[in-house]
């Protein structure tokens, strides 16, 4: 591998790693599904009407109040929705609970409807229940709304409980032309901010996580094969109805310009678990309902979930993430080290010969062919891989992609501080004093890997640790004290490595 391939290699992982940060990672499935899925563009149809009883808009609205361990949340006979959903395990930087649905916005979360303008949403229920308090004393709860009128009637009943997210929601629906249930425009996400991480709708179809660009919604989007669930989520909550009962389809549009996701059901009854809160790996595999395939690693997540529950471990032992994370680096470069100690090796016999390789391009430049032969019988001579010093970090690129996905976004390093200033794994260092000593270490390392480039690719290669430095001023701690870690790890080596090929030389 010659030297423009190597600047190609560094340059690509820049180029990858800034991108994910300035623009909305690409829209692409975890694997490919079983079955084919039925996606298509339709018209939206015009809306048919419920017929509403007069005055039931106008009723004065009643709210139930629902708190448990976990999280508070306030339900409306308006609809028989739910108003607004607060967690408490999480703060924002005030201290304040974490909101997943602060005002049910363009369309209130659990809405029921049968167009796109969910027609039930707006008018008034019936209640059975009071407030609800949910502990060890009382650990689950039922709260039931109900609505009639000229031979259409709705009875929905929430059940609660006192140490999961999860709500079941029953719905026994009679004299619709068709059923519909959404989550709402807003709920289940709290930050906003595509820039890193998925934010709008998401469903499961089979095996198939299909990721929708909220601004590719212009018209309905419509999926009728193994719906397994429908979510809204950002980087590091959610919230999603998972079908008990089978469903037909599942929509997703642009409403009054907020990106909204539905089922659509007979009329009949119809049974969801919901769950809003955070992606949480254990949690979500307790529940055994498909959730935990919401948390996406993307193209090399069967590299990224044992590290993952290798950084899981180290905590455990540590009681702190970013230990764990030291730690986990040094495990991941372990197996390496022979492959590296042999592409340094190579890099400085390549070193060695460069005049003589100059000499061969000088002299055969106007002969391709010859030339390759003339480098080739050189490369013999010395015993020389040309691709030994690239092979190491191509190797190296999988498992650096797999951690630094999820360094970016398990929920487990929000909020998880490390030491002194960096309280905030999640967050960028607040006196960019690691990306600093990051873009120090990435200097030094290069003053002593050896170098076959000539002058020109050297000083471009010099820029690299500025452009790095500059990129990583915005990166969270985590991923920067990674990277810090790994280039300390990379000059010991070289270190031992100059060490021994100097005595070699003598």
Known sequence: MDNKTLLAIILSIAVIIGYQFLFPPPQQPVVKPPQPVTEKKVETPEPVLVPVAPGTTSAPEKEIK?????????????????????????????????????????????????????????????????????????????????????????????????????????????????????????????????????????????????ELNPKKLKEPNIFKENLKWIAQEDKYFFAALVPVTPVEEARAWTYKDSPVIAFKSKASVNKFVLYAGPKEQKRLEKLNIGLEHIINYGFFSIIARPLFWVLILFYGFFGNYGWAIILLTIVTRIPFIPLLNKGQKSMRKLQDIQPKMAEIREKYKKDPPKMQQEMTGLYKKHKVNPVGGCLPMLLQIPVFFALYKVLLIAIELRGAPFML??????????????????????????????????????????????????????????????????????????????????????
Do not use: C
């Open 421 to 506: 200033w960096i309280v905030d794994l999640s967050a960028k260092d607040p006196y960019y004093v690691l990306p600093i000593v990051m873009g120090i270490t990435m200097v030094i390392q290069q003053k002593m890997t050896p170098s076959t480039m000539d002058p020109k690719q050297a000083k471009l290669m010099m820029l690299m640790p500025v452009v790095f430095t500059f990129m990583f001023l915005s990166f969270a701690s985590g991923l920067v004290l990674y990277w810090l870690i790994n280039n300390i790890l990379g000059i010991i080596q070289q270190f031992f490595v100059n060490k021994k090929l100097a005595k070699q030389s003598v």
């Open 66 to 210: 629902i708190e448990n361990e976990l999280y508070s949340a306030v339900l409306s006979s308006k609809g028989g929705t739910i108003k607004s959903w607060a967690i408490k395990a999480y703060k924002d930087k005030k201290g304040q609970d974490v909101i997943l649905l602060k005002k049910p916005g363009v369309l209130p979360a659990v809405g029921i409807g049968t167009n796109d303008s969910f027609d039930l949403a707006n008018v008034n229920f019936s209640i059975s229940g009071a407030d609800l308090r949910l502990d060890s004393n009382k650990n689950s709860g039922t709260v039931v709304f109900e609505y009639s009128h000229e031979g259409v009637s709705v009875k929905r009943t929430y059940t609660f409980y006192s140490d999961t997210y999860k709500v079941d929601i029953s719905d026994e629906v009679a004299g619709l032309p068709e059923y519909r249930i959404s989550l709402g425009s807003d709920f289940g996400i709290y930050e906003g901010d595509a820039s890193s991480a998925h934010v709008g709708p998401i469903l499961l179809t089979g095996t198939d996580l299909k």
